[in-house]
């Protein structure tokens, strides 16, 4: 192994690990000691549970569908290795002798750990969902949690993280379906740290379809060359470098400009240090002349009228015989935003934009919160009963039953485990008794392939006849208890 695999095999593994909860501390949600602390009985009966994103994203072309991502660094939260048994062990003298909230489950937890020989135990949990890459429609579960009710329980808090590689791998595909591959990810200034750069950037790979993804994110392109390339140009630290007061302003930034060429090959000029519109054309027109030879000089424009702006370079360089020249835009893309400049060029221009490349930064982080999606992690299984959870607010019903999900045509079916469902079985196996079985595990290809068959595939979904009949029972005692409530009051 060389030098670079090694260090890139160890940056991948270190990412990874840093996912893993606190060191092993077992830690969740205060109510979830409270709860399985009350009935130690109950907290060690079999449940399942299930994760539903009960909203789409309020975006033009979205339509309700999500795009599943995230299992490589949200089950390792949990999964990543065995848990040790010192740490519950600490978990067990602070909660009960330090803590605020003196309850933990900790009969529960004693007999998992004696069930396992050694130092170190695997929490007895199963999980079934949708693979990565699987177009899924809001509403419809994505992940089943099954195993000791109490255990289940104390993961929800990580697995309702599942909202954020689903958002950037949807987001991912949207701005695909606007721009193409031809479009660049400039938000690494805009992730909140290391971890969701990297975590970010793979799932807007999967979400892109398996085109190589354009970022300005070193350690992704080196940490996964074979998903990422990086991109990068001149900015405006650089063009203002040479400014002071014995030159004019026009002058300095032409010379930066001019310097920054010279010694390279391909650039995208940032024309609007000063005027986008007189100065920075007018200094980029010159620069690309002197090097007309050099035919991967661009124009980069980011802030004001830019869909006006990309005419009139593009009109410019063209009467000035400075053809086949890319036009880099930024400023607050989307793909709306894209859709808008390519509908401004074709009208006032008469072609199709191919010279036009969007770069996207700060869209990525947009309403990127639980809410957006309205991530729900409910109980739906006890033993052999089912359980849902009512609400007065339309769609924040859950499902009862151990869920699976499977496809007929255009329509998901949403069933028990216990039927037989004529269709493609939808889930897949990615945990076993806590141990990581992800089938795809960190093969992101094979689920930004599964993106391009499956994005426009699912249209409607329903239920199968047992969740059904569940659900009408449900309703039906639902509103016998609304009765009863009425003649007591």
């Not at 975590?199 to 080196?222: H, M, P, R, V």
Request: proline share 4%.
């Amino acid at each position: 192994m060389n030098v670079l695999e090694d260090k890139r095999n160890n940056m991948i593994k270190e990412w990874l690990g840093r996912w893993f909860l606190l060191g092993g501390f077992i830690s969740s949600d205060t109510y979830k000691r409270t709860m399985w602390e009350s009935d130690e009985a109950l907290s060690a009966t079999w449940a399942a549970y299930h994760l539903t994103l009960r909203k789409g994203l309020p975006e033009t072309g979205a339509n309700n569908r999500l795009i599943m991502a995230g299992h490589e660094w949200l089950l390792r939260q949990w999964f990543l290795r065995p848990i040790k048994k010192i740490d519950v062990e600490i978990a067990i003298l602070w909660y009960k002798e330090h803590s605020a909230v003196p309850a933990f489950p900790e009969k529960l937890f004693r007999d998992i750990m004696d069930k396992q020989t050694g130092n170190e135990f695997y929490l007895p949990i199963d999980i079934w969902g949708f693979p990565g890459g699987q177009t899924f429609l809001a509403k419809v579960p994505c992940l089943s949690f099954e195993g000791l009710g109490g255990v289940v329980s104390f993961i929800e808090p990580q697995m309702c993280r599942y909202y954020g590689p689903v958002i950037h791998a949807t987001k991912g595909r949207l701005m695909f379906e606007a721009a193409g591959a031809r479009h660049a990810e400039f938000a690494y200034r805009s992730d909140p740290d290391e971890q969701m750069a990297l975590a970010k950037n793979l799932s807007l790979y999967i979400g892109n379809g398996g085109n190589k993804l354009l970022t300005s994110c070193d350690a992704a392109e080196f940490m996964f060359p074979e998903y990422f390339k990086t991109i990068g140009t001149i900015g405006h630290e650089f063009a203002g470098a040479l400014q002071d007061f014995l030159k004019g302003l026009d002058e300095a930034e032409f010379k930066a400009m001019d310097l920054f060429v010279s010694r390279h090959e391909s650039a995208s000029l940032l024309c609007d240090l000063i005027d986008a519109e007189t100065v920075g054309l007018e200094n980029a027109i010159r620069v690309m002349k002197k090097y007309s030879e050099k035919n991967k000089i661009g124009i980069r424009v980011d802030s004001g009228d830019i869909a006006a702006q990309c005419v009139q370079y593009y009109l410019r360089m063209k009467a000035e015989g400075i053809d086949n020249r890319t036009i880099v835009f930024e400023d607050e893309v989307s793909p709306d935003k894209i859709r808008e400049v390519f509908g401004v060029f074709r009208e006032k221009i008469g072609v199709e934009p191919i010279m036009l490349f969007p770069g996207a930064g700060g869209y990525y982080y947009r309403s990127f919160h639980r809410d957006t999606v309205s991530a729900a992690f409910k109980r739906s299984m006890t033993g052999d009963h089912p359980n849902t959870k009512f609400s007065n607010s339309p769609g924040k019903e859950s499902v009862p039953g151990q869920v699976r999900i499977y496809g007929q045509g255009n329509t998901m079916i949403v069933a028990d485990a216990s039927e037989k469902i004529d269709g493609e079985p939808l889930f897949v196996k990615l945990v076993d008794q806590g141990r990581i079985i992800n089938p795809e595990d960190m093969d992101f290809r094979s689920q930004a392939e599964r993106v391009n068959r499956t994005w426009r595939q699912y249209e409607r979904f329903e239920y199968s006849p047992l969740i059904t009949e569940w659900r009408r029972r449900f309703n039906t005692m639902r509103s016998e208890a609304q009765e009863r409530a009425k003649i007591v009051r």
